[in-house]
């Protein structure tokens, strides 16, 4: 746990907090009694008026007038009801479809897409990273450590390239990660596992001890985030 920080004597200088409760001092209670005083001088008169008289009024307003108008103007109120509704359900249903269809487009604009093939001669496209992903797969097989680490240093090369084309705010991995809106990210937390992995790799260097099993996990990592984008 962080150390606690010392607190400083300007801190130790404040008044404590007034309690909380229904203590309250001269100016909030004049306040109340006002608030008080003017309610009660607003509903004793409409109260004693309904004990003489039968009839509420509010301001010179009968409630028995108010029911009236509105049972008179029944059916019209009813249909005007509708007509805001059936524009409200037609207005969200339009406007979702169309908030859906802008979610799309931004979408395939940020994020990239399978490998395409050729219409000519209908034969995929060369995929340097699929590529590039081959020769770290083998490296993280080989039988030397140092080739361990640099399979895990290369696949973050390739997160970091792969979170730039998603034009993520930040300088480096860590911030860009931070950025992501994790429906979009299903592997998030891969994405995390594997680059702190790479961070211990490379500040704490041979002191952080691997195995080839860990090696291979941490690789599966890296590699459950670019099928996700269809990089490999």
Do not use: C
């Amino acid at each position: 746990m962080p150390p606690k920080e010392k607190k400083s004597a300007k801190a130790d200088d404040k008044k404590p907090e007034k309690p909380v409760g229904w203590n309250f001092d001269p100016a909030e209670a004049a306040i109340l009694l006002l608030i008080f005083i003017t309610l009660a001088t607003t509903l004793v008169p409409s109260i004693w008026r309904f004990a003489t008289s039968g009839e509420i009024s509010f301001f010179g307003v009968k409630l028995s007038s108010i029911f009236h108008f509105l049972k008179a103007h029944i059916f019209f109120l009813k249909t005007f009801a509708y007509m805001v509704a059936g524009i409200a359900a037609v207005g969200t249903f339009v406007f979702t479809k169309k908030g859906d269809a802008i979610w799309r487009v931004e979408k395939a604009r940020l994020y990239p897409t399978k490998v395409e093939t050729s219409e000519a001669t209908n034969i995929p496209e060369r995929n340097p990273t699929a590529e590039k992903w081959q020769e770290i797969v083998a490296k993280s097989e080989a039988a030397e450590e140092s080739n361990w680490r640099l399979a895990i240093i290369e696949a973050d090369i390739i997160l970091d390239s792969l979170l730039e084309k998603l034009n993520l705010p930040g300088q480096g991995i860590g911030e860009k990660l931070k950025a992501v809106e994790p429906s979009d990210f299903l592997t998030l937390d891969q994405a995390w596992e594997a680059h702190k992995a790479r961070n211990a790799i490379a500040h704490q260097g041979g002191d952080f001890l691997l195995n080839q099993r860990e090696v291979r996990r941490i690789i599966s990592l890296y590699e459950e985030v670019f099928k996700e984008f269809h990089l490999i």
